[in-house]
């Protein structure tokens, strides 16, 4: 495994700014030009505006237009980490489109001898073993047979290695035998130089020199993925209709979402309005009792979810210990699904209250005190207050930090990747499914149709929110102007 040495980061810098440099003089070059056409050619008097809108265009387009319309394309493609492997392999239908060419029957019989066969479990291979040598001579050296298998993604092969490891274990007729049987032998090649060797080895000269470019094409596996509106109908389909990780589907993990966002933006909401109030009043120690509020948002969130985490321990977490002094049994707060989605909710109150009392309290501190001055002349109770005065005066301010809270919520992936540590599909939501799907199944193309659901909802989520908001303040508009 690499390290990151000083060179590493000198070639890295140097790739990075290279880039940058190439950027920031395309730029300069594209203002230039700009001021020669609309200044000095046109005259035209929003010149200067155009010329400093350019490097904004620039940045819009390189950071924010690219990545979504590369999303697009990705979503409608098969990219998986098998497209960046390069192998050959012979299978059946191989083997039919040679047949189709007038290849020999011997030699179709010599390129089935090169066909896959690998094994997913030790009783297959010995079962194998045992039609091809014997019963007798498969117990007699059973052991060895295990112990050279190469074992490698979770499969067992009998490959060329593994003969010539077993040629020191066991007598040479057996590896003759095995030799012989070329069903058995791996036939994935990484390596096309050996792949053409074996196969005019196999083949002969010329049977081999006939077919070599037909040989290559028909054989030659995972040349890279394949993009169309078909594949991408395909990986929207599969979103909802297959399991997005192993077990879990789509609408287990977006109800799980739903109910996620709506226990954080409720309580944020509500615990942030309560200490906003709170902080508003004239109290001893108000700032001491801020800055101690504040402390969770202003502490890196990925260390406030680690410190968390070993809170959450079974056997020695601050928590559990605390609930052994007051008599109640340990919970399993990482092994049980339950609980670990309750320790999700726990650790992300926590840390998103702070944020939405300080946006909050600026709020309520723009309210005229006169407000409430008369109110109070009028006779009006503290729930009166609060409901015609407070709650419709800090609106335009609740509104976008609702909108934001949403949003910040429901793509949240610290918090629940990183207290779901034993990775249960059951406490997974979406955002934390899609970087499974990505980055530990290599599901690329399916990760990125996945991620344009999951932006298309958050859109929703927007434009509904927002019209209701909009109809409400137009509602109370003139609802105010009837009173007039």
């Known amino acids: 495994m690499g390290s990151l040495t000083p060179q590493v980061m000198a070639d890295s810098l140097k790739q990075v700014g290279g880039v940058v440099v190439a950027i920031i003089a395309l730029t300069i070059l594209l203002e230039l030009v700009l001021y020669f056409i609309f200044e000095k050619t046109l005259k035209y008097k929003y010149a200067l505006p155009i010329m400093l809108l350019s490097p904004a265009v620039i940045g819009l387009t390189l950071l924010f237009i690219y990545p979504i319309l590369y999303e697009f394309r990705l979503a409608f493609s098969n990219m998986s980490l098998d497209n960046f492997k390069r192998s050959y392999n012979i299978t059946d239908t191989v083997i039919a489109k040679f047949q189709e060419a007038g290849m020999s029957a011997d030699a179709i019989m010599e390129m089935k001898g090169l066909t896959d066969q690998v094994f997913t479990s030790e009783d297959d291979m010995l079962q194998e073993l045992t039609a091809a040598l014997g019963a007798d001579v498969v117990q007699q050296h059973k052991d060895a047979f295990l112990q050279n298998a190469d074992r490698k993604d979770g499969v067992l092969r009998i490959t060329k290695r593994t003969l010539f490891t077993l040629k020191k274990s066991l007598p040479e007729e057996i590896v003759t035998k095995l030799q012989e049987n070329k069903g058995m032998l791996n036939s994935i090649y990484t390596s096309e130089r050996q792949f053409l060797r074996d196969a005019e080895q196999a083949l002969g000269n010329e049977t081999f020199a006939k077919y070599k470019d037909v040989l290559l094409q028909q054989s030659l596996a995972n040349a890279g993925p394949s993009f169309g509106w078909q594949q991408g109908l395909q990986n929207f389909r599969e979103i909802f209709t297959s399991p997005v990780l192993k077990q879990i589907h789509f609408m287990p993990l977006f109800l799980r979402t739903i109910l996620w966002t709506a226990i954080q933006v409720f309580f944020h909401t509500t615990l942030g309005l309560g200490l906003a109030m709170l902080m508003n009043n004239n109290i001893k120690f108000k700032g001491i009792y801020r800055t101690l509020i504040i402390i969770p948002w202003a502490v890196p969130q990925i260390i406030a979810v680690l410190a968390w985490r070993g809170e959450f321990h079974s056997q020695y977490g601050f928590i559990n210990i605390i609930l052994g002094y007051l008599g109640i049994a340990g919970i399993e707060w990482k092994s049980n699904p339950f609980w ?124 509904v929110y927002m019209r209701i908001v909009k109809l409400d303040l137009g509602l109370g508009g003139k609802r105010k102007k009837a009173a007039a």
């Not at 005229?368 to 008369?374: F, N």
């Not at 006779?379 to 976008?400: D, S």
Request: aromatic share 16%; proline share 5%.
């Open 340 to 463: 670990n989605y309750v320790a999700m909710n726990i650790v992300n109150i926590w840390l998103g209250v702070p944020f939405m009392m300080v946006i909050l309290l600026g709020g309520l501190q723009s309210i005229p005190i006169t407000y409430y001055e008369a109110a109070e002349v009028d006779g009006a109770t503290r729930w009166h207050k609060f409901r015609n005065i407070t709650l419709p005066l800090i609106q335009p301010v609740m509104t976008p930090a609702v909108i934001l809270g949403v949003i910040w919520t429901f793509n949240n992936f610290n918090v629940p990747y990183m207290i779901n540590e034993y990775e249960l599909e059951s406490s997974d939501i979406l955002v934390t499914a899609l970087f499974r799907s990505a980055f530990e199944y290599n599901r690329y193309g399916f990760a990125a149709a996945f991620a344009l659901i999951i932006f298309l909802i958050l859109l929703a989520f927007c434009m």
